[in-house]
């Protein structure tokens, strides 16, 4: 079977983000949807997005899975009505938890940067160790990765606070009221500035700090490292 293609990024932020925050802040009146529909149908998006993904690609995402349990638990507060705080401390929990379990695997055999930055996806990993064990650098190597393992944990522990902050900045009003939809339309389309931009960026920055490195203590160049290089 073909691997399926990557949707366009565009399409997945305007179904994602766009289309729910618009739906939140434009129908949430009694005169049109009313709070609970537009609420429902707003998620509805983000969900089915993340289930259409999982079955094109044949494959779950974890990064799908999380979205998936993170809109989960959203809606859940709307329809609890429960007060616009735990809206904040759910924002900061998921990326809080991912940052602590990433963190926790800097001290085991096989940090988790492995997985997330450096994987076959993104280097040449069978290349790269090749090199490393030539040039007798594969501890020093292992010793970026710990570290590295540790600036990524702190991308997320970023995302949390700055998702916290911003979530109680926004979202005053009460659960299950206009107020609360509207608001968190609002938040919807600030975080992708505010809190995804900027940790997309420390990403980037953290893989070519590691590309870097790995480049000292391989001898191989930059393209030579990365795949399709």
């Known amino acids: 079977m073909a691997q399926a293609s990557k949707p366009n990024p565009l399409l997945e932020i305007g179904v994602t983000i766009l289309v729910p925050a618009l739906i939140l802040m ?33 494959k779950i995402s974890w990064m799908s899975v999380l979205g998936v349990v993170s809109t989960l638990l959203t809606g859940g507060i709307g329809l609890l009505k429960l007060d616009a705080q735990w809206l904040a401390v759910k924002e900061a929990a998921v990326p809080g938890l991912i940052g602590l379990v990433i963190l926790g695997s800097a001290w085991t055999r096989n940090p988790l940067i492995r997985l997330l930055v450096f994987n076959a996806t993104l280097f040449d990993v069978d290349r790269v160790h090749a090199a490393l064990t030539v040039r007798k650098t594969s501890n020093q190597f292992e010793a970026r990765l710990r570290l590295g393992t540790m600036l990524l944990a702190g991308t997320f522990f970023f995302s949390a606070l700055a998702n916290y902050f911003l979530a109680r900045y926004v979202v005053t009003s009460g659960a299950g009221t206009e107020a609360f939809n509207e608001q968190l339309g609002r938040l919807t389309l600030l975080s992708y500035p ?36």
């Open 194 to 229: 505010v809190i995804a931009l900027p940790s997309m960026a420390m990403m980037m920055g953290l893989m070519f700090w590691l590309a870097r490195e790995a480049k000292a203590l391989t001898g191989l160049q930059l393209g030579d490292m990365l795949r399709g290089g």
């Open 26 to 58: 434009q129908l949430s009146s009694d005169k049109r949807l009313g709070v609970m529909p537009a609420l429902l149908l707003a998620l509805a998006f983000p969900i089915g997005w993340g289930m259409w993904d999982g079955w094109r690609r044949r």
